[in-house]
């Protein structure tokens, strides 16, 4: 199982940037999707996930700015983000993990088992 993320780059504060995940290989039937992200010297955090019935999850922080969406016939989950801040600025990084996980382990970085390696979004002016 393959999870390639794209999309990163360099934004304004205030801007608009969307991800995209593409998953290759044998994984569960419509996986649970996520993104995480990691900011220089901090650890690594949640930010969004999309369950098998398409519910979702989100951060406190990204919540009304971070929209996440999947597309089941290409095999790609987004993330679709808006007014984005100095802080947003991060390596994002993709996860897929079963397609049965509950709403309370979406946060969970042990409830995946399969990473991308990591897209890179700067925001500055």
């Known amino acids: 199982v393959q999870l390639q993320a794209s999309g990163g780059g360099l934004v304004q504060p205030g801007g608009s940037l969307s991800l995209s995940c593409k998953v290759s290989?044998?994984?569960?039937?419509?996986?649970?999707m996520a993104w995480f992200r990691q900011a220089p010297g901090k650890d690594r955090e949640f930010v969004a996930a999309?369950?098998?019935?398409?519910?979702?999850s989100y951060a406190e922080s990204v919540k009304g700015r971070f929209t996440i969406s999947r597309d089941g016939t290409k095999n790609t989950v987004y993330l679709h983000m808006n007014y984005l801040k100095a802080e947003d600025t991060a390596v994002y990084y993709c996860?897929?993990?079963?397609?049965?996980?509950?709403?309370?382990?979406?946060?969970?970085?042990?409830?995946?088992?399969?990473w991308g390696q990591g897209t890179l979004v700067t925001v500055s002016s």
């Open positions: 996860a897929a993990g079963p397609s049965g996980l509950i709403l309370s382990s979406l946060w969970l970085e042990r409830s995946y088992d399969y």
């Open positions: 999309v369950r098998r019935s398409a519910s979702t």
């Open positions: 290989g044998r994984t569960a039937n419509n996986p649970a």
